[in-house]
Every structure is written in C-alpha cells, then in structure tokens.
C-alpha cells in the first residue's frame, strides 16, 4: 500500500487502535455517528464541521487509510528532508494544511469562501449575545481586508495571502504525529 | 475604619497578654522568671494583681474565674483575631492584587508576634506541630480533596505522579547532598550536623506545599492543566515526605553504621506501603461516608457533619498507622464527592460546601498568621549565612532542573506537551510552606544538635517562596506570556483564523484521542456504573443522573407541545409538511403559555453539579427558532463598535485557554463552564434542528450540505456505555440511559426513533396521523450532522 503520508509504523497502529475504538460496530468503517459519540466534540464551536471535513463528497464512511490522511494534515512538516518536486505534495505541508482548513469555510466547494459561509462560522465561534449587525460588519470587514480582486469572496490564494506571517507549521500541528 | 480595626487588633493582643499575666500573677506569685515587668501595661497589671492579692473572706459576688476558661478561650481569641487580620487585610484590594494575602497574613503574623514578644518577653504562641496537624492542616487538605476537579486529576495523573515522587526525590536528594557537599567544602562553618541530618533537611524542605500553592494560585490564573499539576503534586508528595522524613530519622537514630542493604530496601517497601495504605485508608473511609449518606435520609439536618468527622477519622486512623495521613484525607474526598453530591439532599450539599470553605480558610488564615508569629522568636534562630544561603539557592535552581528535566521526558509521552512556560511557572510555583516547618518543629533537639538551624533555614525558605516568589509570580507570567505575544496587530483574518486553529486542534486532538488511556478509563466506568453507583448511591439519586437526558428531554418535550398546540390552532398538523422553514416561531405567539410549563421543567432534579436546569431552557424558549434577532437593535445606533474588539470580547475561548476551577474562595461556576455550555446546547440544537428537519422532509433552513444519497438506515443503537475518550464531559460522570418514567429500559432503543419515543410515551398528547406520516424516511436526504444526534445523546458519558 502506497504511504506517502510519512506517518511512521507506530503511529499507525496506535491509529488503529482508535479507529477501532470508534467503530463500534466493526463494520471497518467509520460514520458520522461515530464521530458524533465523541461527546467532547459536541462542545467544540467547529466540531461537526471538522467530522464533515473527514467525508468526502459522497460519501457516508470514512475507510482507514481516509482516517489516517486527513489526521496526517496536522503532523508537523517534516524539515529534514528537502521538498522532492517530483513527488505529490506531502500531506502535511503548509500547503495542505491550508489548503484544509480553507475547506472547513468552503462547504459548497467552489474555491471560494463566500460571504455567507464566513458569516456561518463567525457565527459558530461568536457567543450568542453578539446581534447579526455586529456579525456582518465583522464578516464584512473581514472580506475586505483579505479580499485582493474584490469579488467579495476570499480565495485560496488571498487565503493564503492573509496568512503568510502566521506560522502554520505551529498552529496546525499535533505533537502525537510527531 | 482601618484605624479602628487596627486598633481594635492592638487592643485585642495586648488584652491576651495582659490576661495571660494577670493569670500567671496570681498563680506564681512575684517569681521573676515569669513575670517580668512590661513597660506599656504596666499600670493595668499591678491594679488588676493588687485586686486579687487579697483573700477571699466573704460571698463573692462576682469572681473572675480566668483559669475556668482560659484554653477555650485563648483559642477562641486566636481565631477571632486571625480573622480579623484577614479581614485588615482585605481591605485594600489593590494591595492584594499585588501581594498575595498569605504575604500580608505573614506580615501580619510579624507584627502580632513583636507585640506579644514585646509583652512577655518570650513567644508564648507558636505553631506547634500537633497544633499543625492535627486541628489546622487535616480540613484544608480535604478540602481541597472534596473540591478537586476529579477528571482534570486523573487524566494528568501519570505526570502528576512523575513530578510529585520521582521530583520529589530529587529535590530531596539534590539538596541533601548539595547542602552535604558544600559542609565538607566548609561553606559553612563548624556545625554538627552530618550526611544523613542533610538528607533528612533536604527531604522535609523539598516538599512543595498545597497550602501555599492554593493561596499564590488563587492570584495568578493559570490554565488548568498547569493548576492541576502543581496543586496535584503538591498533595501527592506528601506520601514520599513522610517515607523520607520516618526513614532518614530513624537512619539517624540507628547511626550511619547500622545502615546496610536491608534497611534501604526496607526504606523502598515502606514508601510503597505508606502511599498505598494512606490511599487506601482514605477510599475505605470514602465508602463508608458514600454509604452513610445512602441512609441518612430521614437526619438531613446532620448530613453533612458526618462528612467532616469522617473525614477527620480519615486522617487520624492514617496517622494512627503511620501511613499517609495527607493522601488519606484527600483520596477521601475525592473518592467521596461524587456520591455524596448525588446522595445528599441539595441543602446538605451546599452546607458541606461552604462549611468546607470556611474551614479551610480559616484554617489557612491561622497558618499564615502563625507562621509570622512563630518567627518572632529569638531562641530558634541561628543565623549561618552558608547554609540558609546554599538552602535557598540550591532549592531554587534545583526545583528549575528537575522540572525541566522531568517535563522534557514527560513531554515525549504526553498528548499535549506541556510549553515552556508553564515549566517556567511550575518552576517558580513550587512553594514551601507551613508542612516544612511543621516537620523541621517536630524534630528532637538531642539527636539534631543543629535543629534550631534548621527551623531558623525552613522559616526563610517559607517566607522567601511564599512572599518574594508569590509577589513576583504573577509579573513574572505577565511578562513572559507578553514577551511572546506577536508585536504587531494582527489583522482581523488572522485572529479568526487563529481560534479557528485554536478549535481545530483541540477538535483533532478529541479524535485522535489520547491512545491507551482510554482502554482502562472505560473499563473504570463500565464497573463504577454496573457496580459502584448500585452500592453506593439512593437509587433515587441513580435515576435523576440523566442529567442531559432530562435536558434533551424536555426540549423535544417543548417542541412536541409547541406543535400540538399549533396544530390544533390551525386544526391539523398538515402545516409542518407545507412550511419551507423546519421551524415555527411559536415564541412569539406563545410565550404566555410557555410560562406554564416552564415552572414544572424547573422543579426538576438538579443535576449532580448544580447547574440550574432553569439556565438552559431560559435560553431554550426564544430558540424554537433558529431566527436569532431577539437582540437589542438599538446597539447598532448607540454604539461605535470595532470588530477587533467584538472579536475580542466574544469568540469563545476554547479549551486551552480554560482556566482551573479550583479556587479557595469562591464557589460559583466559572465563565468557561458557561462558554462550554452554551457551545454545547447550540452544537445539539442545531443537531437536533437538522436532525427533525430531515425527519420532516423539508429542507434544513440555512445549513449548507453537501448532498448524500444514500438511504437512512435504521440505526442500532448500542448500550448506553461508550468506549471515548480523551477527556470527561462538565456536567459529571455519567452514562447516558434511556430510562423512560416508568424504570429503566436501556440503552437499546433504535436512535431514528428516539424524538418519536418522546413523542409517544411523554407527551401522550400527540395526534396518531401525524406520527404515521413520519414512518417513511427511506428515501429521505441523509445528511451527516443528523446522523450524529442519536448517537451522541445514546453515548454520553465522561
């Protein structure tokens, strides 16, 4: 089986491990109610968007090797060896990484974080007591920083843009993958 | 106002030392030794012995009869005027923002010591060490017990342990034998005192104290994890305080020659055998308490001093044993909490809980007070500049690198790595307090030749870590923790962004989860569940555990009702199916009648942590539609606001950031309990907003889906137990049963059905056509989220 996700052999396990944990109903695949008895992550603002993050469009399951690639996204980039440009890029490069916690605005998957969908997480990470003005005003002001062509929409590449100065490699890393 | 307190303390002081030799006058007569003359009360001294120099010929009218009440009285004195020294002290709060109230308790204790020194001449009131630990110590270590955020405790046990035994020993040993090397150096002059007197000092000054820990943390708010390990190490050291301290003494008693291979493994199987034994003492007497409260039923009014006494009994029989007195009481109070929470009726448990506070501070004012008084001594000190100097020195830097050593070892196996900082502030937090000089006092003076020493070092130590390192604690934080800040503004993406990291994490964390504790912590729940609640809780207390259950409960309870008493308004139930949006805002129309059902929900049971059911379904009523502009508009006009300020102010903070909840003084929930409350009702909200919506066929109102075609099929649902997780759920230990009303079914229902269940069984008011046209689902849109509901309600548990 193709790895190219650097994950060593122990981790793998221990991946398995919980994967097992999870599917409770041995089926070797994971749903969505799997991820839901995760009760600590119904106390998460992002949770349920992060489990949606785990299943690709159409599907209704998550296999292992799926599990284990997007849980690779958050191992810290590996500096050692020199980036092979032949070679896909690694899961866990900064790319990636942005490149999936951009999905988590995009749920309609067009490229773009529209404005609705800013608002949607605004909104999930705000406390209740903030009124729908205040919210569209920070929405607003949001786009407009980032917004570089000025469609009203935050693409990838202004995505990115916003955030060359941020240290993805620390934000979106856990140490288990190490 | 400050003035008349502090006279009042004056007056008080000198009123104890003038009774105190009024006494001594009359008994003693003129001899010199004790009773020399003080200049201040002079006058009032020889009229009151004048008064009573006299024999006694006829009926006394009104006698003063001193030596009747003296003890009682003299302690109640004391307690009353360490009261009112804390009350001096709180005086100011800006003065406490910056001085810990330990310090100034300290401080406080000096000037009460000149007086009385000045008075008698001689310190008169000390802390003793029976007074110490037996009447002082025992209620602030159960209470710390009883309030310990048990999960947060044992998740971090593994390290907490590594730090308070293998840190510990370190400490003990590094500075035994570095005080031991510098005497051979002769840094400190000529003392008798030998290798085996050094590690005995290094193993009694090397234990961070739980007291002084509380009261300098109590300050500075560092998050949880951090607490959890500097306040757990602190309690759990004292199992290896009293193994060094019981064997170097006896060491030291043998001779340096006796010791061989047998007795260092005697010393090994002794420390296994305190700590364990002290453990276990304290969960015996945890069951006995849990099984007390089962029975009280019919005495609540004496509830809760069955806690405290047992608990004192903890204590004692642990020390009767040689074993551990300290991991007794507090095993005893964290074993006890959770059954007696549930077991006791709500009154008691609030009376435990703040009898408890008021215990444990009061006693820890009267430490700190006694601390200071202790040191205006002149015959327990000895100054050796060496010895004090290399103490403090070799205490500080070694406690630096043995947490960094430990922490850089712990960090490898650990889930979430423990930052420099917080090594910094577990460094620089780990104080020593009135447990050293309780131990250093109780040393023979024969056999330690230098013990006056020693106590004169132990009090510097105290009051150089409680004072210098808690008034400096909290800079020190500040200033590293803005050191690290980014310098420049970050624009509004990035702060986003960064929560949003901050979540991700955090979420990422939950599922990968923290592989291999998990296996035993569900093994642990599934017996304390079949097993541990049946023995030890009312099975009235059992039932009422469904905590969120019972919230779940009534909202579909609500819910069900709302659309009845639509539905008859409009004369069928057919609108459901016709409206575009899932929701109805029935809030507006109904609000009156809302009220009605409102009192009953709240007179329910409490859950077993006090929240207030009433607090959540407040904010449940306006939400039977996911529409949210109950907001005041007038906010827009009135005020200037700034994104970067609202963003600020309102994005949730996330669970790192949580701070510990563990606090001397104060009772109430913290902001972060609130925080994950409400992400928590909005998470199943909006679960349970798609989940009926699905169900309904209508199209969920503002959710962007991706689409799925596959076929909903119906889920089995396994037992109530779950195999998750990293860590434990606020609202308490529990597993998540579909009791219905009338006992307990299991957790065996089918989950799709579970709304319908509510439905039928509860609200028994709903229209039979409506519930057969909710049957067919098979071709409905299946959408993710909706599938997490059933599963997460049928799987809570820590």
Same mark, same amino acid.
Request: hydrophobic share 45%; charged share 20%; net charge negative.
């Given at each position: ?16 491990d ?26 998460n ?16 399951t998550?296999?292992?090797h799926?599990f ?27 790319? #990636?990484?942005l490149k999936f916690?951009f =999905?988590l605005? /995009?749920?309609? %998957? &067009?490229g773009?974080? @529209?404005?609705? !969908? ?11 007591q903030?009124?729908e003005?205040?919210?569209? #005003? ?5 786009? =407009?920083?980032? /917004?570089?062509d %000025? &469609?009203d929409?935050i @693409?990838?590449? !202004? ?14 890393s856990?140490?288990?993958?190490r | 106002?400050?003035c ?10 000198f ?17 010199q030794?004790s ?10 001294h020889?009229?009151a ?23 009682p ?14 009350m ?24 009460l ?6 008075a ?8 003793t ?8 110590l025992?209620q ?21 342990l590594?730090?308070?035994v ?12 570095g ?21 005995l ?15 300098v ?7 949880e ?5 500097v ?13 060094l ?21 005697k010393?090994?199987?002794s ?20 099984l007390l ?53 709500e ?10 506070k008021?215990l ?14 202790s ?7 000895v100054?050796?500049t ?15 690198i043995?947490v960094?050593l430990?922490?850089?070892i712990?960090n ?24 050293a ?16 020493l020693?106590?004169?070092?132990t ?34 993406a ?9 979540h ?22 599934n ?6 609640c049946?023995f030890l ?10 905590y ?18 639509e539905?008859?308004?409009?004369g ?41 059911l009433?607090s959540?379904?407040q ?10 502009h ?19 102010q309102?994005?949730?903070?996330g ?11 104060h ?5 972060d ?10 998470t199943m ?51 998540f ?8 079914s ?21 229209n ?25 309600l ?5």
């Open positions: 089986m193709n790895w190219p996700l650097y994950v060593t052999p122990a981790h793998i396990v221990r991946l398995y919980r994967f097992e944990a999870l599917d409770k109903e041995k089926t070797g695949h994971l749903r969505p109610q799997d991820f839901g008895a995760i009760n600590r992550l119904a106390m603002p992002i949770g349920d968007r992060i489990i949606g993050a785990f299943f690709s469009p159409g599907q209704e998550v296999d292992f799926s284990v690639r997007i849980l690779a996204h958050f191992r810290p980039a590996d500096k050692k060896h020199p980036k092979d440009p032949s070679m896909p890029e690694p899961v866990n490069s900064r790319t #990636s990484k916690a =999905q605005y /995009d749920q309609d %998957k &067009d773009k974080i @529209s404005r609705a !969908e800013l608002l949607q997480v605004l909104r999930s990470m705000l406390e209740m903030v009124t003005e205040q919210l569209e #005003s920070i929405a607003d002001r949001t786009i =407009q920083e980032a /917004d570089l %000025k &469609d929409a @693409s990838f590449e !202004e995505f990115r843009k916003s955030l060359e100065k941020v240290n993805i490699d620390h934000k979106m856990i140490r288990f993958l | 106002m400050a008349r307190t502090c006279l009042w303390l004056l007056g008080t002081t009123f104890t030392c003038t009774v105190r030799l009024v006494v001594e006058g009359t008994e003693v007569g003129a001899t030794e009773h020399p003359e003080p200049g201040v009360v002079g006058s009032n020889s009229q012995g004048g008064g009573h120099g006299s024999s006694i010929s006829g009926i006394q009218i009104v006698t003063f009869k001193w030596h009747h009440v003296e003890a009285y003299l302690i109640a004195l004391w307690i009353l005027v360490a009261g009112v020294s804390k001096v002290v709180e005086l100011n709060h800006s003065l406490t923002s910056v001085i810990p109230e330990s310090a100034l308790l300290i401080i406080i204790g000096w000037i010591g000149g007086i009385i020194y000045g008698d001449k001689m310190q008169t009131f000390t802390l060490p029976t007074v110490f630990f037996f009447y002082l025992p602030v270590i159960l209470d710390a017990g009883y309030f310990m955020p048990n999960k947060l405790f044992f998740s971090n046990m593994g390290a907490i590594v730090y308070a293998i840190g510990t020993c370190w400490n003990a040993a590094t500075v035994g034998l005080l031991w090397g510098c005497w051979l150096g002769g840094a400190m002059g000529d003392i008798d005192i030998g290798l085996l007197q050094f590690l000092f290094g193993s009694l000054i090397a234990a961070v104290d739980p007291v002084a820990v509380i009261a943390f109590e300050e500075v708010h560092v998050n994890v951090l607490f959890i390990m306040f757990g190490e602190s309690l759990l050291n004292d199992g290896v305080t009293v193994v301290f019981n064997v170097f003494d006896a060491f030291v008693s043998l001779g340096g020659a006796e010791i061989d291979a047998v007795e260092i493994i010393g090994i199987i420390f296994f055998v305190v700590a364990f034994g002290g453990s276990l003492v304290g969960i015996i007497f945890a069951l006995l308490i849990s409260t089962r029975c009280t039923k019919n005495i609540q009014i004496i509830e809760p001093g069955f806690i405290f006494i047992l608990g004192y009994l903890s204590y004692l029989t642990a020390e009767m044993l040689s074993l551990s007195a300290i991991l007794s009481i507090v095993f005893c109070g964290i074993c006890c909490q959770k059954y007696i929470n549930a077991n006791m009726d009154r008691s448990v609030t009376t435990v809980r703040y009898v408890m008021v444990a501070n009061g006693s820890e004012t009267i430490i700190f007070v006694f601390l200071g008084i040191a205006i001594d002149p015959a327990v000190w100054w050796n060496g010895f004090i100097l290399l103490t403090l020195l070799f205490i500080f830097v070694f406690r630096f043995g960094f430990l922490t850089w712990l490898k196996y650990r889930l979430v790595p423990l930052e420099f900082i917080d090594q910094v502030v577990m460094s620089y937090g780990g104080l020593r307090g009135a447990v000089y309780g131990l250093v006092a109780m040393l023979d003076e024969n056999k330690f030749k230098e013990k006056n020693m106590v004169s070092t009090l510097i130590v105290v009051y150089f870590t409680v004072m210098l390192q808690g008034i400096t604690m909290k800079p020190l934080v500040t200033w590293l923790k803005v050191k690290r800040a980014a310098v420049t503004e970050l624009t509004l990035e702060k986003i962004q960064n929560r949003t990291f901050d991700m994490l955090v979420a990422i964390e939950d599922i990968s989860g923290q592989i291999g504790h998990n296996y035993m912590r569900d093994k642990w729940h017996f304390e569940e079949r097993w541990l049946w809780m009312k099975p009235s207390a059992r039932k009422s555990r469904d969120i259950f019972n919230i779940f409960h009534q909202l579909n309870l609500k819910d069900a009702m709302s659309y009845v008493k539905g008859e308004r409009r069928s139930l057919a609108f459901v199916r016709n409206e575009t949006k899932a929701d109805v805002d029935f809030n507006k129309k109904f609000r009156a009648s809302f009220s009605e059902i409102m009192p009953d929900i709240m007179a329910d049971n409490m859950g077993p942590d006090h929240v207030p009433s959540i379904l904010d449940i009523v306006p939400s039977v539609c996911l529409d949210m109950e907001q005041d508009l007038t906010m827009r006009e009135s005020e200037d606001f700034n994104a970067h300020h609202l963003l600020q309102h994005l949730y903070r669970r790192k950031q949580h701070r510990h909840r563990y606090s001397r003084s009772l109430e929930t913290n902001r309990e609130n925080e994950v409350q409400e992400i928590f009702q909005r909200r909006s679960r349970l907003e798609s989940f009926k919506s699905a169900k309904m066929g209508v199209a969920p109102a503002k959710k962007i889906q991706t689409k799925h075609q596959k076929k909903d099929k119906p889920q089995k649902m396994p037992n109530g137990n779950s195999s998750d997780k990293s860590k434990n759920h606020p609202y308490g230990d529990k597993d049963e579909f009791s219905e009303g009338d006992g307990g299991g957790g065996e229902a089918a989950g799709d059905l579970f709304p319908m269940r509510a439905y039928r069984v509860e609200a028994g008011i709903v039979p056509a409506f519930m057969a046209e909710m049957d067919p689902m098979d071709n409905m849109q299946q959408i993710p989220h909706v599938a997490l509901l059933p599963q997460t049928n799987s809570f548990d820590t």
